[in-house]
């Protein structure tokens, strides 16, 4: 099958950014993260696109947008933390190396600055993350090949688990 030669997927702040880049860089491929088509598309960026657009619309766009980029892009894909869960989406999926990062909620709250990320956390960004993470995780374990613990784990050590997860060329 044509396309990415890894996806990653997780809730926000599990990495999939950091590690993405990290990845296309030790196999010498191109580097995609969907948040930027998405800000492309649209001239926001993705956590303030949620809430101008409603997440229904939101996820309308991830789907299409992501139908298109598929078949373009030959290198990793880092989604967003949504997206897996847009309709539509898993379908697309099927077939790719998709892989989860994982982790849990008190390492995500450490890690990054949510709230001007994401506002559309608010406005108890706490209970919605442990809400998120609860409903998500079973969508992200559906559309994963592997998954992949990153709490108190540097992006380094998860890179290892991801390109040990790789399917073997040729
Ligand atoms: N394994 C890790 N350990 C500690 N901090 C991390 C790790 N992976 C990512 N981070 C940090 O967490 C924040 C969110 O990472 P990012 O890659 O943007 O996540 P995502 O794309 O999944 O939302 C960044 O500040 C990044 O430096
Ligand atoms: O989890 C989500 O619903 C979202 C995660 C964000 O991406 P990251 O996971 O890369 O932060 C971004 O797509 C948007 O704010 C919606
Ligand atoms: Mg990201």
Do not use: C
């Not at 998405?38 to 992501?66: D, T, Y």
């Not at 894909?77 to 897996?84: E, F, N, W, Y």
């Amino acid at each position: 099958m044509t396309g990415p030669v890894l996806i990653l997927v997780g809730p926000p702040g599990s990495g999939k950014s950091t590690v993405g880049r990290l990845a296309a860089e030790r196999l010498g491929v191109g580097f995609r993260d969907f948040d930027d088509d998405l800000e492309r598309a649209h001239g926001l960026p993705a956590g303030e696109l949620v809430v101008q657009l409603g997440r229904e619309k939101f996820q309308e766009s991830e789907r299409e947008l992501l139908g298109d980029l598929l078949p373009k892009h030959d290198g990793v894909l880092a989604l967003g933390g949504g997206t897996p869960t847009a309709p539509g989406v898993p379908e697309l999926l099927k077939g790719h190396h998709v892989v989860f990062l994982d982790v849990n909620l008190d390492q995500l709250l450490r890690r990054e600055g949510l709230v001007p990320l994401h506002p559309w956390l608010l406005p108890n960004p706490r209970a919605h993350l442990r809400e998120l993470l609860n409903t998500r995780r079973p969508v992200y374990t559906a559309v994963a090949a592997t998954t992949i613990q990153t709490s108190e784990r540097t992006p380094d050590d998860v890179l290892a688990d991801v390109l040990a997860s790789m399917p073997a060329a040729g």
